[in-house]
């Protein structure tokens, strides 16, 4: 038993140590000092315990170096052959230390965190006052690539599972009586060169709103079991990965009424249309409302006829009004043929919410797209649109899953789950 044991004894002389600063200060060097020592001696018993049961043959001990909650361990482990004759280090795999990894589990999870909060520099340098080291960012940047990337894959194979295989989704199997879907797009700059942009694309989901404060002048509503999903690719591939999350989170295909609220793009669109059969699409006022602005901003009565034709719920004038401007010269022709598309693609969305009244509690039925805004200011702006920032591709879709897990709340749980 003694041998399984690992001891290290703190001794402090009280004289030495004036104040409550220098008594801080004198445990964090002597607790740094034991991690690193214990660390080193509990890895070595526990290889001696793995080559004691004659799985491996010692080939030669090898060093190896691990950022650590305290600082950089070095410790040495032996590289061995298995029965079938590959070479491996059994104590790595034994203790959960990935291959090539510079951090100890507990380090990579506070650096993915930090980097996807902060720049990588910025992340770097609070990681480097935490555990006391001098790190270069590219760690930090390399690790979240690698990380990313395998959670990335795992991602599509269980996506892959349900539109190739055929293989049903896990769900709690509720029936909702709503799900609120919000969709909209942001561009992010390219690194490809100056002015270049890629889009990602941004979807909400949740089941309900309930005021913040009852009491508060300002009327704030909390979106109930809110799930966020963004990715930089195909509309396509979008659909799939969220129709997936609609089905495994919310039990989408038992859902009693489905509102699916958008800016009226026709990608955002084919997605309800392609992976999101039974929703009923309500077009975002603001977005409409836009577009009227800054066609007849100059004429500020015609604005505000076209405004009151949708307030009034008389929309189906609205084309009608836009070409008679347009015939009389009030906007040029290029601009009325595109506000008329517009419009007419979505005319029959305006007040598509009406369809739900009665049905569904009346603060889900909005005609705005607020709070998929909101997230994509949260969620993309905020970490991928600061001043400077270009990304590649691959480098955006590699840390936005860390991104999302930390908006949604399963950061904690992924790390436990993987460790």
């Not at 070095?74 to 061995?80: E, G, L, Q, V």
């Not at 509720?174 to 979807?203: C, F, N, P, Q, Y």
Request: net charge positive; glycine share 6%.
């Amino acid at each position: 038993m003694g041998n399984n044991i690992a001891t290290y004894t703190i001794c402090i002389d009280v004289e030495k140590v004036a104040d409550i600063k220098d008594i801080e200060d004198k445990l964090k060097r002597e607790v740094k000092k034991a991690y690193k020592k214990m660390m080193v001696e509990i890895l070595s018993k526990k290889e001696q315990k793995i080559f004691s049961r004659g799985k491996y043959i010692k080939k030669k001990k090898i060093s190896r170096y691990l950022y650590s909650q305290f600082g950089l361990i070095k410790f040495d482990r032996y590289k061995a052959v298995d029965r079938n004759g590959k070479w491996l280090y059994p104590l790595d795999i034994a203790v959960g230390i990935e291959k090539n990894s510079s951090f100890s589990p507990s380090v990579e999870k506070r650096a993915v965190y930090l980097a996807s909060q902060y720049p990588y520099r910025q992340a770097c340098a609070i990681l480097s006052y935490e555990i006391e080291e001098d790190l270069d960012h590219r760690l930090i940047w390399r690790l979240v690539q690698k990380k990313g990337k395998k959670l990335r894959q795992k991602q599509k194979e269980e996506i892959e599972s349900l539109y190739t295989h055929a293989k049903d989704v896990e769900t709690d199997n509720k029936k909702r009586e709503i799900i609120v879907i919000e969709a909209d797009g942001t561009g992010i700059s390219s690194k490809e060169g100056k002015g270049k942009w890629m889009e990602a694309k941004l979807g909400i989901i949740y089941t309900g709103k309930r005021l913040e404060s009852n009491t508060s002048k300002t009327q704030r509503y909390i979106l109930d079991n809110k799930t966020v999903y963004a990715d930089i690719s195909d509309i396509d591939s979008f659909g799939k990965a969220f129709s997936y999350i609609a089905e495994k989170n919310y039990s989408y295909s038992k859902a009693e009424n489905i509102l699916f609220i958008s800016d009226g793009d026709r990608g955002i669109k084919n997605i309800r249309a392609g992976y999101l059969p039974g929703s009923i699409h309500q077009l975002d006022h603001y977005h409409l409302k836009k577009r009227l602005r800054q066609a007849f901003s100059p004429y500020p009565d015609i604005l505000d006829r076209m405004l009151n034709l949708i307030n009034s719920r008389d929309e189906q004038k609205l084309p009608y009004y836009i070409r008679l401007a347009k015939i009389n010269g009030v906007v040029d022709g290029d601009t009325a043929s595109e506000l008329i598309s517009y419009i007419e693609d979505n005319l029959s969305d305006i007040w598509a919410v009406d369809a739900l009244r009665g049905k569904v509690k009346k603060e889900v039925l909005v005609t705005g797209s607020g709070a998929v805004e909101k997230n994509i200011d949260i969620v993309l702006a905020r970490r991928f649109k600061g001043r400077g920032m270009s990304w590649s591709k691959e480098g955006a879709r590699n840390l936005m899953p860390f991104r999302l897990m930390v908006e949604n709340g399963n950061f904690d749980t992924y790390f436990e789950a993987v460790a």
